[in-house]
């Protein structure tokens, strides 16, 4: 098969699974591009697509395409319409709310299949959001343009039914996967702490959930963190620290590679308050971390309920980060456990296999139908 990969930000969790589709779907000898924004992402989107080049037999196109709607969709629609017509794939698929549009115009255009995964995005607003009834309303309306659609877990599948509802389309929920050298376990550095977080610097990721939980512990001891990443609200954490008195105990160390962040804190903890099915989690696990998460988004697909507790809840936090580091023995062989159980369950090369089963699928049945 032909396929095109259409999304809009070359970076995240989103890229990293249209990276790994690449490569699981040209080892099983399919052809497949790539079409992202020329703007975003810098030298290590650069990089990162560069090392993928050689898996994108109809190559990687870059253009513009804006993070909001805008008079510029037109142009990038139109372009989007016009490669695939020099390409002829066999189906697009479109990743994200910008990459299911420009995939299912296209498709429309050119009288053939395209599938759609939304990885989150407009899926977080409600309809009674007046700033997200407007992207709610434009899903909807997509939705008759398509020929399937893919989710990376089940919660997103069901919330997508629930905003949206499925239309009558052919659907399937296929998790990510990794690849089998990161389910190599990670050693700790000499001057590891505590605690290791790793995601976003924003408050949905529940950063101050976790400073709160830390001060919490204080009476306990001085629980000391990591805390890996970057984004718009690293200041006001920053300064949140200092106000909880945890400037000593708490390190923001900036963003890094997550195999090299998993050697600097002994504790995963991922406090966040809404999720899809975030990587980091399947990395984590794979490296063999001992794991306290919230229950939100598909986490609950990947970890036992005694790893997860409700989210916005600084004391539940505190509370299990506390047994986690009483008990460690036991958090450590239940990470080993999770570890190869997840080898099983989340295999790249699985997801991609599940994947070409649907396109062929979604094939098809644009045959039966033409």
Not at 58 to 81: E, M, W
Not at 309 to 320: D, H
């Amino acid at each position: 098969m032909r396929c095109l990969q259409v999304f809009r930000t070359p970076v995240g969790g989103l890229f990293r699974h249209v990276r790994d589709l690449v490569r699981g779907l040209t080892a099983l000898g399919h052809e497949i591009g790539i079409v992202c924004d020329s703007t975003t992402g810098g030298a290590a989107a650069d990089a990162a697509l560069a090392s993928i080049e050689k898996d994108c037999r109809l190559g990687v196109h870059r253009l513009p395409i804006g993070r909001l709607p805008g008079l510029a969709d037109i142009d990038a629609a139109t372009a989007i319409a016009r490669l695939a017509t020099s390409l002829a794939p066999d189906l697009l698929h479109g990743h994200g709310a910008k990459g299911g549009v420009y995939a299912r115009l296209a498709g429309r255009r050119l009288k053939i299949p395209a599938l759609y995964t939304p990885h989150g995005g407009s899926l977080h607003y409600e309809w009674s959001s007046p700033r997200g009834a407007p992207f709610l309303a434009a899903e909807r309306l997509m939705l008759g343009l398509g020929s399937g659609l893919l989710f990376v877990c089940d919660y997103e599948r069901s919330v997508f039914e629930r905003k949206i509802g499925l239309g009558n389309l052919p659907h399937k929920v296929v998790h990510n996967g990794l690849w089998p050298e990161e389910f190599e376990p990670v050693p700790l550095a000499a001057d590891a702490r505590d605690i290791i977080f790793l995601g976003e610097m924003r408050e949905l990721k529940g950063v101050s959930d976790l400073l709160e939980a830390l001060a919490r512990l204080a009476p306990w001891r001085r629980v000391s963190a990591t805390l890996v990443g970057d984004g718009p609200d690293r200041q006001a954490f920053v300064a949140l620290a200092q106000r909880l008195n945890l400037a000593a105990q708490v390190h923001f160390a900036g963003a890094m590679p997550a195999r090299r962040a998993f050697e600097l804190g002994r504790l995963m903890v991922m406090p966040s308050r809404a999720e899809s099915l975030p990587y980091v989690i399947l990395e984590a696990v794979a490296a063999g971390k001992p794991l306290v998460a919230t229950r939100v988004g598909g986490i609950p697909e990947v970890l036992p309920p005694e790893e997860l507790v409700a989210p916005a809840t600084p004391e539940a936090l505190a509370k299990a980060i506390r047994d986690r580091l009483t008990d460690w023995s036991a958090g450590e062989a239940q990470a080993q456990a999770m570890a190869a159980s997840a080898r099983r369950r989340f295999s790249a090369a699985r997801m991609a296999e599940e994947i070409a089963v649907f396109y062929r699928h979604i094939l098809d049945r644009h045959r039966i139908r033409a």
